[in-house]
């Protein structure tokens, strides 16, 4: 597959005063967390709720996460978390990432993550067609 | 003063999956962080922002928290944090809050704080009439 | 039973600068936390680990908390957290907590919850004895 | 400078049960805070603390972070994390971490960080040679 930026989302809210550290800006982890919102987002908005691929008995777990810091967030800022697939595999999916100041549009985080398909004993499997198809149909992959 | 859930406010998001615990459910210590995500959406509504009496030095610190849990949230379910004021003291205010979600209405959690103002020094404060008294002449209050 | 401060148990530990908020204090979200880890460290070191519960297919589930704030705990200091039962029911135990700063003594927060005893249906059930009962007979109650 | 693990530090801590998520294992966005922990841990020991290179007036904040996730940990599993440092900057320092669960020895994740000096502006800033030095000397680099 190749498209660029697939199935981008966007979701948009306010930093939570609960998510700043005593440097007055929002601590480095909770971009994972907004990033994981990013995805269910994205699983929402594309009828590929992960919700439902958990009902199946499947997880996507994560194996490897990286960051960049550019700029900081601050408490009851608007932050948009951008969201979008690089990679479809048979066992996993890579997703990017940018979080950006609706204010002023500066770009804050930039971020991927490679998820890999567990069952509900941790074993590594194929991402359930039931699941993915619909997706790949969506984005134009055959 | 004697109103009834004065300024009462909503707001509606998705439980994050972080949020969840081994137990499947919402981990109760993400309940504060609701109430606190009430408390933000109500000075916003009601253009007391919270940034705004951060900005004047002073804080609301936390003396008291009482939280029931009737019932447990889910990832991915809608919830709608109800929050109201209870009591506007001279040196504090009590908020209530009720957890509520969407999808059958069933009433969550129900909860009350106690705020109390204090300055950068830590000390407590009378809160400043210039953010308090918009809101009282809002509420009706003298 | 009548016990006072039943299996008083203390943990020891520095605060995680993440613990932090924009006042520069812990956030009073983190506290839940501790008294958690507080009922961690009571169940291993009396011998009825959580994870045992669980894995006979129950949980305590919170069905109340309360918290007091006395005074703000900040990074890197050496707090203890002491732990007590306050009263054992069929089917939960309340709990009683002291958080204090080692330096100098002071106490930060003092609260209380009441667990009940959940299956994995979410159904209340009695506690069951095999976990329970050697605590009771530890703590001197028939 | 080539020193290989330089400081290495390791810290030794029980899984908190609000760090698991519905998955049963402990959520991603908790390994930057083990990380965090680690670095504290390794500042303290090594006469440098964190703390007080804030009194100075200046912050190290994170540019980058990078995980891998080889194997989840769970509630109550005692765990280790490893911290050194990997390279001394003119304005920052690279760390490296390592977390492996004690009972069975498993490396469960790897990471790696960039943090950069920080004054309370948030502008860039040499480390201050006060708090740098000392470890330089302990480290063998000139």
New interface residues.
Partial sequence: MAADRLLLTEIT??V???E??????V????Y??YF??GR?ALS?QHEM???KL?QMGY?L?????????LA?AH??ELITVQTWIERILSRGINFGYKVVRVADGELLVTGQTQQICVDRQ?QVRRLPEAWIGPLKTKAGIE
């Fill in positions: 809210f306010h939570r005063f609960a700043t550290d005593q440097m007055g800006i601590h480095h982890s909770v994972p967390v994981e919102e269910s929402r709720p992960y919700s958990e997880s777990a994560l194996s490897e996460l990286n960051i960049r810091f900081p408490y009851d941790g």
